[in-house]
């Protein structure tokens, strides 16, 4: 059984930083991509940011471009998302998600395996 499990969710002010992290028990974590995805409030759920099971490749959202960035530390089955310059509309439950296909991950279709989320909100 494969867990995805987020947690550094929290409530900070706008311009602050928040890190998440997702950890993965149950595959083998370095063959996979992780992403993270967002859902807010009476929004669809939406990509952030997607890294390549390498390490070397990375994606973002046009919205969290130069405030997010995304990093993985294959010895701890972890993967992070470092959040700076929040903004009230970044308010949202963000989600971990694993697929084993890199590219095409920013669709929902190519993802295996998600986490329950975990909640940011972000007072303006």
């Known amino acids: 059984q494969v867990q995805l499990v987020e947690s550094g969710g929290g409530l900070v002010q706008a311009g602050g930083s928040l890190r998440l992290s997702c950890t993965v028990s149950g595959r083998t974590f370095s063959n996979y991509a992780m992403a993270w995805f967002r859902q807010g409030p009476g929004k669809e759920r939406e990509f952030v940011s997607s890294i390549h099971a390498s390490g070397d490749r990375t994606e973002f959202a046009d919205s969290v471009k130069g405030r997010f960035t995304i990093s993985r530390d294959n010895a701890k089955n972890t993967v992070y998302l470092q959040m700076n310059s929040l903004k009230s509309e970044d308010t949202a439950v963000y989600y971990c998600?694993?697929?084993?296909?890199?590219?095409?991950?920013?669709?929902?279709?190519?993802?295996?395996?998600w986490g329950k989320g975990t909640l940011v909100t972000v007072s303006s």
């Open positions: 998600a694993a697929g084993k296909q890199y590219f095409g991950l920013r669709a929902f279709g190519a993802v295996d395996y």
